[in-house]
């Protein structure tokens, strides 16, 4: 398909606001109505009628894999690798790009550096203990509140995304330019903010926080940084923060477009300081502002979307919203209570079994998706799914780059990169160089008492310019003497003018400094799988190297450098959101929020109790509600929603011994319920199938193979079924060419 067909494979709504010509667009519409790929075809329509230069586009998205979908699909359209060269990602990643260009400007120094959260919550767990032995008012304050590292974080987090900074030798927070905020905090959060950045910044470390308000930083004060920038668009944008609306309406100068698409309904990211607000806000300061609204579900059978619809309608306040469906389907979704939470489980993973083995061809376990309302709630499910033995992926659970070692080996290269205090604390002793946690601890100490750098530290250690005992640790020194050595003979590789690669640097060093044999020995049944990732990680680590935009030529930095750079960069933002892992045959576990923006064939959502969704520590309810609108609207052709009445007595707390009774969820009301199938199990019929097959766009190789052998005697090489019920005649060869489609007569 060329860009021509692709814009024309458009329904008329879609296709006007793709092709809008005004400076200002937001296109409004529900689940599956097409947004997204209305946006891929704008940007199509920009580049070859509106004659745009990929580099005048910016293109956020909400994970980074959604943006490479819309690049892929785009680069498939444009001619010139044009699609390479867009600047797409999320805000996180699109501020990451533009500040390694132009990070000095903003007073970042040469070798700066981005912490995951994990890593923030590490820094201040140290820092909070540091307080802790401490006798000032902070100190005193913080003690009192007895605050966890994550509660901490999650504090300054929320100071930093309503747009506070903490400046150097600032007694006072500040406020971004552009946004009024109560800079008025309290003495202790204030003063935690201002140490904690402290620290980053005497590590030259950046956070996620900081990557947004740092390109604001830019952005506000070198607008010829980004003069170049034509066009935004902006993928979910219901769910922007303040300051990701701030950074867009800098980012749109005079003469820059703006598109954005987004769905009211589908806002479940107020908890992390989204701001519906932002599209009245909108229209209010681009008053030229074009609304376009897209009414045709594409995705979803039309037992779902009622069923979807009776939910979301609940919210009386609501504005009513038209959405056609495209797809009938003659069965409702299913509906199920149980007992208890184990046989929910082994229900869920025996049906997955019974639909793949009844209709082959037609579901593979990679169309299906287990949606929960949190992580916890995956237990059950994996273990039901093991007995099974049935393979899953997760997603937005446990992701790539947060296992442990995968994060070593990045450790291993940041510390190779940058020497950086965390990272060597994460590898000084993995595997066992007898440098455990009360050395570490005095190495700390001496670092701070000589202000100067952890690896300085070690240097001085090394150098014998003092000691940490008395006695002479023999077996010590030469452990730390041959790490040092490998970390400076890593570097000294990375600097030389020979061939160089990321992928054969992290295969030598792991060999050198044994990082198998340890696995190995501390995994010993599961080493062979955590190796597996390590290698995963190699294979991407030259391929993450050479994603990102060049320095200025201002930073004299090797080739290797850069490379190695922007593979750290890279993993720390891609880890942060993505699932890396991309498995057919595997089922997908996924919480609903990682769920957003995306569609499977089959979707099953146990667990609808009360106090688990609506969340119990939730305080908005409606949110809570468009959750379950958003986890609904993911499934194409078949819908299985269950709930529980008893739970195991150990299912939130381990130290309470009573049974909690548990209620179906609110939102699952009578009106609901009689929507959906509750009695006997589905027949998978071939009827039933058909229909199925017809939604998803695919031939299968089951029952309705019946009408195969008349479409083929009507000259197709390979059929495929496309429309419902009652339109099944119609039977496409399988480039889906319009012209070749013919009335296929089928005795059904
Ligand atoms: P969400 O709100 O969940 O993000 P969306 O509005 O972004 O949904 P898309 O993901 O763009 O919707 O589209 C949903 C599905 O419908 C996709 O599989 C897409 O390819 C298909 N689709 C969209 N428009 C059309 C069309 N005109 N013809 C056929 N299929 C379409
Ligand atoms: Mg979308």
Same mark, same amino acid.
């Given at each position: ?120 919550? @590490? ?12 006798? @000032? ?12 590292? @994550? ?230 499910? !994996?273990?039901?799914?093991? !007995? ?15 296992? !442990? ?28 160089? +007898? ?20 690896? @300085? ?233 058909? !229909? ?13 193979? +019946? ?42």
């Amino acid at each position: 398909m060329d860009a021509k067909q692709y814009l024309a494979a458009l329904n008329p709504q879609q296709k006007q606001s793709a092709e809008s010509p005004h400076k200002y667009t937001q296109i409004l519409a529900g689940p599956g109505s097409g947004k997204t790929r209305v946006l891929a075809a704008r940007v199509v329509h920009l580049l070859n009628v509106e004659q745009f230069h990929p580099n005048d586009i910016v293109i956020a998205t909400f994970t980074n894999k959604a943006a490479n979908e819309i690049k892929q699909r785009i680069g498939k359209l444009v001619k010139d690798n044009h699609a390479n060269s867009l600047v797409s990602g999320t805000f996180h990643s699109i501020a990451f790009h533009y500040l390694l260009r132009h990070g000095k400007k903003v007073g970042l120094p040469k070798n700066w550096t981005v912490i995951d959260r994990t890593e923030a919550t @590490n820094i201040m767990k140290q820092l909070l203990e540091r307080l802790r032995k401490a006798k @000032n008012p902070t100190a005193d304050g913080i003690r009192g509140q007895e605050l966890t590292p @994550n509660v901490a974080l999650s504090r300054v987090s929320r100071m930093k995304s309503s747009g506070l900074i903490a400046k150097p030798h600032c007694e006072q927070l500040s406020c971004l330019p552009g946004l009024t905020v109560n800079t008025n905090q309290s003495f202790q959060s204030t003063e935690l903010y201002k140490l904690y950045q402290a620290v980053l910044r005497k590590n030259g470390y950046v956070d996620f926080d900081d990557l947004l308000i740092l390109f604001i930083q830019l952005v506000h004060d070198h607008t010829y940084c980004i003069d170049n920038i034509k066009h935004i668009l902006v993928d979910e944008f219901q769910d922007t923060s303040k300051i990701q609306y701030l950074l867009i309406k800098l980012l749109a100068r005079d003469t820059s477009g703006i598109t954005i698409v987004g769905d009211p309904d589908q806002s479940i990211y107020g908890f992390r300081s989204a701001e519906l607000g932002n599209l009245v806000m909108m229209t209010t300061d681009f008053p030229d502002t074009r609304v376009f609204h897209l009414e045709t579900n594409y995705r979803s059978a039309d037992s779902i979307l009622e069923t979807a619809m009776a939910i979301i309608n609940q919210d009386k306040a609501r504005p009513q919203k038209t959405l056609r469906t495209s797809h009938r389907l003659s069965i409702k979704p299913y509906f199920k209570e149980f007992d208890s939470n184990d046989q929910e489980s082994a229900w869920v993973a025996c049906e997955i079994k019974r639909m793949v083995k009844s209709c082959p061809g037609l579901f593979s376990y990679s169309d299906i998706a287990i949606l929960v309302r949190s992580s916890s709630l995956t237990r059950a499910i !994996e273990h039901a799914l093991a !007995e099974q033995g049935i393979a899953y992926k997760m997603v937005g659970v446990h992701k790539f780059f947060d296992r !442990e070692e995968v994060r070593d080996v990045v450790a291993y290269a940041r510390v190779v990169a940058f020497r950086d205090e965390q990272a060597l604390m994460r590898i000084i002793n993995v595997p066992s160089r +007898n440098i455990g946690k009360v050395k570490v601890e005095r190495i700390l100490q001496e670092t701070e008492r000589r202000h100067t750098s952890m690896w @300085n530290t070690l240097c001085l250690l090394n150098n014998g310019s003092f000691s940490l005992s008395q006695r002479v640790d023999k077996q010590f020194q030469r452990e730390l003497g041959k790490f040092m050595h490998v970390i400076n003979t890593t570097e000294a590789s990375c600097d030389s003018s020979a061939p160089f690669s990321i992928s054969s640097m992290l295969e030598i060093l792991l060999r050198k400094v044994k990082y198998y044999e340890y696995l190995k020995k501390k995994h010993p049944s599961t080493y062979e799988e955590k190796w597996e990732n390590v290698m995963e990680l190699i294979r991407q680590s030259d391929v993450l190297g050479e994603q990102g935009v060049l320095f200025d030529d201002e930073d004299d930095i090797s080739e290797n450098r850069l490379a190695l750079h922007r593979f750290l960069a890279n993993a720390a933002i891609v880890g942060s959101t993505d699932n890396n892992e991309e498995t057919r045959h595997q089922v997908t576990i996924s919480t609903l929020h990682a769920a957003k923006g995306l569609e499977w064939p089959v979707v099953f959502l146990p667990c609808l109790c009360d106090t688990i969704l609506p969340h119990s520590r939730s305080t908005d309810v409606d949110e809570e509600r468009r959750l379950l609108y958003v986890g609904i609207t993911r499934a194409q052709a078949m819908l299985y929603m269950s709930s529980f009445r008893g739970m195991q007595s150990n299912f939130f707390s381990v130290s309470s011994s009573e049974t909690t009774h548990m209620k179906r969820s609110r939102f699952l009301s009578d009106i609901v319920v009689d929507k959906t199938l509750t009695s006997a199990d589905i027949v998978f019929s071939e009827t039933l199938a058909l !229909e199925i097959g017809a939604i998803l766009g695919r031939a299968n190789s089951g029952p309705v193979q +019946n009408i195969m052998p008349q479409a083929l005697e009507n000259g197709f090489r390979s059929a495929k079924v496309i429309g419902s019920k009652d339109i099944l005649r119609f039977v496409t060869c399988k480039s889906l060419d319009e012209e070749n489609t013919k009335n296929v007569s089928s005795d059904k």
